[in-house]
Each structure stands twice: as C-alpha cells, then as structure tokens.
C-alpha cells in the first residue's frame, strides 16, 4: 500500500464517523434497515437536560423518542411519585437513567379506575415487592402487573421507558 493511499484511509476512518454522528438531530440516522435509529448518549444527555429544564413542579415529564410496530420508546423524568397502575395488554421494560426512586410491584391495587387503552390506575398498591432503581437497573413489568414509582422529597428520576404491545391511542 503506498504511503498516500494509507494516508487516505486513515483520514476516512477519522472523519467518517464525525460526518455519520455529528449531527445534532434528535437520534443518529445512519445506514441499515428501515426504523433503524441510534441515540447516541450525547443526545439522550441533552434530552434528559431539556426535560430536567422542563419539570418545574410537574408529577411527570417526558419525550416520544420513537414509536414503532409493536413497541414505543420514550425518556422520563418524574418529579414525585406515580399513580400506581396496571396495564392488561402492554409490557413495561424502564431503564433507570438518572436519580433514584422505589419500584412497588405486585400487590393490589387500590381504588382502582378503568382507563382507555386497557389500563387501571389506583391510589397506591396494598402489598407487592418494593425495590430501590438507581442508574444503570433494567426492571421488567409484564401484563396485569400492579406497579408503581415512588420518588422521595427533592427528588427527580429519569429513565428510559420501552412499551411492549401498547395499546393504540384512540
């Protein structure tokens, strides 16, 4: 290989992954199948930080990152805790990104209240399993599951939010 010929590919191999993941979009479109999207941490960081920016003294704050055949993404921020809930159709999967909060799963759920898109809220849930989710946990929740987030005073916790079989908006 001749000197200017290595010298051409080093080149690329540096500059081709600015010109592919130096875009300030909202995820990284590079090439492979259709749907196909890659959110770099600088993005998610910033989304995160928009969303911290956004919170003030709202429960809940959140950004759509994708929807998609048979599953939806999204990035949570929850600034106190969550109405507890069950969903009869869709799987939760929730990967803890920033903060801290107690998971409570199981259990009954109290005063329950039927909701479109298959879905029951309540007040609280009497029983279930508590967990303590810091960054980095992956918790899955399956259909029918009672669950709900419970966030300490001064608080927030952010994570990444991937709905399994959800239920269309209607």
Request: proline letters at 6%; charged letters at 20%.
């Amino acid at each position: 290989m001749t000197k200017r010929l290595r010298t051409v590919l080093i080149v690329l191999i540096f500059l081709l992954p600015i010109s592919l993941f130096g875009q300030s979009d909202t995820s990284l479109s590079v090439a492979g199948p259709e749907d196909y999207v890659l959110w770099s941490a600088a993005v998610v960081d910033a989304a995160a930080d928009r969303l911290e920016q956004s919170l003030g003294d709202k429960a809940l704050v959140w950004e759509t990152i994708g929807n998609y055949a048979g599953h939806s993404v999204y990035l949570v921020l929850r600034g106190s805790t969550s109405r507890a809930e069950i969903h009869d159709t869709e799987s939760d999967v929730q990967i803890s990104i920033r903060g801290k909060a107690t998971s409570v799963v199981g259990g009954v759920l109290l005063d329950p209240e039927s909701l479109p898109r298959k879905q029951q809220r309540g007040t609280a849930i009497e029983g279930g399993a508590r967990q303590e989710l810091t960054p980095g946990d992956i918790m899955h929740i399956p259909p029918g599951a009672p669950h709900q987030l419970l966030i300490g005073p001064e608080e927030d916790y952010l994570y990444l939010l991937i709905k399994i079989d959800e239920e269309p908006l209607q």
